[in-house]
């Protein structure tokens, strides 16, 4: 369909790898301890060949340069590898930013041993879903009791992200041998960024609805705004309701009915699968990120409405959030949305078994519950469950942010796939808000003025 976001994207230097992110994925599979370079293979053999040349012809500086040769590849492969005794101490110029903020980070590494370090190499553990705008990585030689310093900024987006230890290397004077460790760093290693939840605009729900007043129209006819029907007056009607145009010209009372508004319980569920972490470039936030930005925008403007609000991954690990009202409840969804491992911006490594899952939610989803499913419909599987969620009585709405490219035949084709897949939707009676490049607010104003014809 799309670039996917890959647990192994990024470059092992500690520099930002595709999608803005950073990985270390040669990390995982480097050998660590002391670990012989290569860099001098064959110089022994090399430094033989002017030896037994300068022999031959009985040339004396051939004989010299060659001996000088061997002698130094024997030196490299006498030579052994240094001790790391360093401290690291990281800072972060704010560990709490709010979104797209700049954080400055400074790690420091100090030589505490006896010898020198002649080639001392750091490469900082960046959480993955963090972009930087330089490599996190320092090369230096270092004397005992001095330090060395690097700076790099990060820019800080949704959830909590935990650096890893810091890789280190360092390579004996010859170049022939290294030592290869992962210390651990003092100091701040942790950065929390939690958005505010900001309202988008009034998002139009379907009909099921709780026995509580609310803004949604019923069939039933009571007290409201819009006309529903007339009857019969019966003793204790207000005054306000009793249909004086017909009484005048008739001299019968009757009462108007209007229709009934009441609120909704409304549980948000976001697809984030690994499938659902797609992204039409490298640049581009992935749909998991577009679909919590959207569950961002709808959960206060269901709250602010009365409505009864929910919020749920479909994805790896627990994330639910039962539906409730009030300040309390907008919090812990605020707190879910920025900071739960099942919504990271990266893909998790947790296993997933989505029919358990599908059960599951069932049990838990209220029976009088609406559903607004998240997703980019990456597979045919998204669109089963919003189908058998809406067929086991869930009216369901989905809003699906389009991470689709054109740039080529693979990426249309995949783009064709999801429209079929909206069309099919629709055909079936789910409505279907096909998020483009506009705003949520833009699209669900659309979508209102079209549902309503």
């Given at each position: 369909?799309?670039?996917?976001?890959?647990?192994?994207?990024?470059?092992?230097?500690?520099?930002?790898?595709?999608?803005?992110?950073?990985?270390?994925?040669?990390?995982?599979?480097?050998?660590?301890?002391?670990?012989?370079?290569?860099?001098?293979?064959?110089?022994?053999?090399?430094?033989?060949?002017?030896?037994?040349?300068?022999v031959?012809?009985?040339?004396?500086?051939?004989?010299?340069?060659?001996?000088?040769?061997?002698?130094?590849?024997?030196?490299?492969?006498?030579?052994?590898a240094?001790?790391?005794?360093?401290t690291?101490?990281?800072?972060?110029?704010?560990?709490?930013?709010?979104?797209?903020?700049?954080?400055t980070?400074t790690?420091?590494?100090?030589?505490?041993?006896d010898?020198?370090?002649?080639?001392l190499?750091?490469?900082?553990?960046?959480?993955?879903?963090?972009a930087?705008?330089?490599?996190?990585?320092?090369g230096?030689?270092?004397?005992?009791?001095?330090t060395?310093t690097?700076?790099?900024?990060?820019t800080?987006?949704?959830?909590v992200?935990?650096?890893?230890?810091?890789?280190?290397?360092?390579?004996?004077?010859?170049?022939?041998?290294?030592?290869?460790?992962?210390?651990?760093?003092?100091?701040?290693?942790?950065?929390?960024?939690t958005?505010?939840?900001?309202a988008?605009?009034s998002?139009?729900?379907r009909?099921?609805?709780?026995?509580?007043?609310?803004?949604?129209?019923?069939?039933?006819?009571?007290?409201?705004?819009?006309?529903?029907?007339?009857?019969?007056?019966?003793?204790?009607?207000?005054?306000?309701?009793?249909?004086?145009?017909?009484?005048a010209?008739s001299?019968?009372?009757?009462t108007?009915?209007?229709?009934?508004?009441?609120?909704?319980t409304?549980?948000?569920?976001?697809?984030?699968?690994?499938?659902?972490?797609?992204?039409?470039?490298?640049?581009?936030p992935?749909?998991?990120?577009?679909?919590?930005?959207?569950?961002s925008q709808?959960?206060?403007?269901?709250?602010?409405?009365?409505?009864?609000?929910?919020?749920?991954?479909?994805?790896p690990?627990?994330?639910?959030?039962?539906?409730g009202?009030g300040d309390?409840?907008?919090?812990?969804?605020?707190?879910?949305?920025?900071?739960?491992?099942?919504?990271a911006?990266t893909p998790?490594?947790?296993?997933?078994?989505?029919?358990?899952?599908?059960?599951?939610?069932r049990?838990?989803?209220?029976?009088?519950?609406?559903?607004?499913?998240c997703?980019?419909l990456?597979?045919?599987?998204?669109?089963?469950?919003?189908?058998r969620?809406d067929?086991?009585?869930?009216a369901?709405?989905?809003?699906?942010?389009?991470?689709?490219?054109?740039?080529?035949?693979?990426?249309?084709?995949a783009?064709?796939?999801?429209?079929n897949?909206?069309?099919?939707?629709?055909?079936?009676?789910?409505?279907?808000?096909?998020w483009?490049e506009?705003?949520?607010?833009?699209?669900?104003?659309?979508?209102?003025?079209?549902?309503?014809?």
């Open positions: 369909m799309s670039e996917r976001v890959s647990r192994d994207r990024g470059s092992a230097d500690g520099s930002t790898g595709a999608n803005g992110r950073n990985a270390d994925p040669l990390g995982r599979i480097r050998p660590r301890g002391v670990v012989p370079t290569g860099r001098w293979t064959g110089m022994a053999a090399l430094a033989l060949l002017p030896v037994g040349l300068g031959l012809l009985r040339h004396p500086p051939l004989l010299l340069v060659g001996a000088l040769g061997v002698a130094f590849a024997a030196y490299a492969r006498g030579d052994s240094p001790d790391i005794d360093v690291i101490e990281r800072d972060l110029s704010d560990p709490t930013p709010d979104p797209g903020e700049e954080v980070v790690l420091r590494v100090r030589n505490e041993g010898g020198v370090l002649p080639d190499r750091l490469v900082d553990g960046v959480p993955a879903a963090l930087t705008d330089a490599p996190a990585r320092l230096t030689a270092l004397r005992p009791g001095r060395a690097v700076s790099y900024r990060v800080a987006i949704r959830g992200h935990e650096w890893d230890p810091v890789h280190v290397l360092a390579r004996n004077p010859s170049g022939s041998r290294e030592r290869d460790a992962r210390l651990d760093a003092g100091g701040a290693t942790t950065l929390r960024c958005p505010e939840l900001e988008s605009a998002l139009p729900l009909g099921l609805t709780t026995v509580y007043s609310g803004r949604v129209p019923t069939d039933v006819g009571g007290s409201g705004i819009e006309f529903h029907s007339t009857r019969e007056y019966r003793h204790g009607d207000p005054a306000k309701r009793v249909n004086w145009a017909r009484y010209r001299g019968e009372l009757s108007l009915e209007f229709r009934e508004e009441r609120a909704a409304v549980v948000v569920c976001i697809d984030a699968r690994e499938e659902a972490y797609l992204a039409p470039d490298a640049e581009s992935n749909a998991v990120e577009r679909s919590v930005e959207a569950a709808a959960v206060p403007a269901l709250l602010d409405s009365g409505d009864r609000v929910g919020v749920a991954a479909f994805g690990g627990d994330c639910r959030l039962d539906p009202v309390d409840h907008a919090a812990r969804a605020r707190e879910l949305l920025a900071t739960h491992p099942a919504l911006p998790t490594d947790e296993r997933f078994l989505p029919t358990t899952w599908v059960r599951r939610f049990r838990w989803l209220p029976a009088d519950a609406q559903v607004l499913f997703t980019p990456p597979d045919d599987y998204a669109a089963t469950v919003a189908r969620l067929a086991y009585g869930h369901v709405t989905v809003i699906s942010p389009d991470s689709t490219a054109d740039d080529t035949p693979g990426h249309r084709l783009g064709i796939e999801r429209a897949r909206l069309s099919r939707l629709r055909s079936a009676g789910i409505r279907v808000i096909d483009g506009e705003s949520l607010a833009t699209e669900l104003e659309r979508a209102a003025a079209r549902w309503s014809r």
